[in-house]
């Protein structure tokens, strides 16, 4: 069974890891599929993986008038949008005193300002019944030294579930949020760690999750799939957390 056969669905940062994993499961459940990224090399690959039916967008994620323009890309291909999975984004980590204005600006801007206009933009594009997947994480629920801006980005967008929700959930349109926990990804390779580093803070974080190891791409991707289709169209303004268990520990 198709469970996405047919409907117009976007995902944001679908050039590697959840994105493009969600990407191809899309397509598998029928899906016409459009993904954003700002990596040219990245893109192109995309492309190669994904197929020439794919609408391809380079689009900066912390960009407002980006937003904009990636919902008139839409509007001109698809003329309607029923998903929507809010993917991009980005993690830096850094102590406290090691954050600048400057620093702060851009990872707010990617995790949560970029994301809120975006959501703006495609309103007009979303069908009735439509459903919009936001990105959170759990580390929104954790105090872990370091993720003080992600997490707050994400905190902000499990907020933004629950009141886009209340405010649209009258024309047929239902707001989620997916939050994983620690995820086997080219992401984890952006954080500036050596190979003994990265190593060490694999190992620590494994230690942290009760299931015993990092999720996957696919993991993910499977659970989004489910908020895209007409499966759980009652479940509004909630937040699903894929992380293994490290949340109760």
Same mark, same amino acid.
Request: charged share 20%; hydrophobic share 45%.
């Given at each position: ?12 940062g679908g050039t590697s890891g ?97 994301? @809120?206009? %975006?959501? &703006? *933009?495609?309103?007009?594009? !979303?069908?009735?019944?439509? #459903?919009?997947? /936001?990105? +959170? ?12 801006? @992600?997490? %707050?980005? &994400? *905190?902000?967008?499990?907020? !933004?579930?629950?009141?886009? #929700?209340?405010? /649209?959930? +009258? ?39 009760p299931a015993g190891r990092f ?35």
């Amino acid at each position: 069974m198709q469970r996405l056969r047919n409907k117009a669905t976007l995902i944001t940062g679908g050039t590697s890891g959840i994105g493009l994993a969600t990407a191809r499961r899309f397509l598998e459940e029928g899906a016409r599929v459009a993904i954003t990224g700002t990596n040219k090399g990245r893109l192109e690959e995309a492309r190669k993986t994904l197929g020439d039916n794919v609408l391809i967008i380079d689009a900066d994620a912390g960009s407002v008038a980006a937003q904009d323009d990636i919902a008139r890309q839409l509007g001109a291909a698809f003329g309607k949008l029923d998903a929507v999975f809010v993917n991009a984004g980005i993690v830096d980590l850094r102590p406290l005193a090691d954050w600048s204005e400057a620093a702060f600006d851009r990872s707010v801007a990617i995790d949560l300002k970029g994301p @809120y206009f %975006l959501v &703006k *933009a495609l309103v007009p594009l !979303l069908s009735n019944p439509a #459903s919009i997947i /936001l990105s +959170g994480s759990v580390n929104a629920h954790m105090g872990m030294a370091g993720t003080h801006v @992600y997490s %707050l980005a &994400k *905190a902000g967008m499990i907020s !933004l579930a629950r009141t886009l #929700s209340g405010e /649209l959930i +009258g024309r047929g349109i239902r707001a989620n949020v997916i939050s994983p926990g620690p995820i086997d990804t080219p992401l984890n390779d952006k954080l500036g760690l050596g190979p003994a580093e990265t190593k060490a803070r694999a190992k620590a974080v494994v230690g942290m999750v009760p299931a015993g190891r990092f999720g996957t791409a696919e993991e993910i991707a499977n659970a989004v799939v489910f908020l895209a289709s007409d499966e759980c169209r009652f479940m509004v303004g909630s937040e699903m957390l894929i992380d293994g268990g490290m949340s109760i520990m």
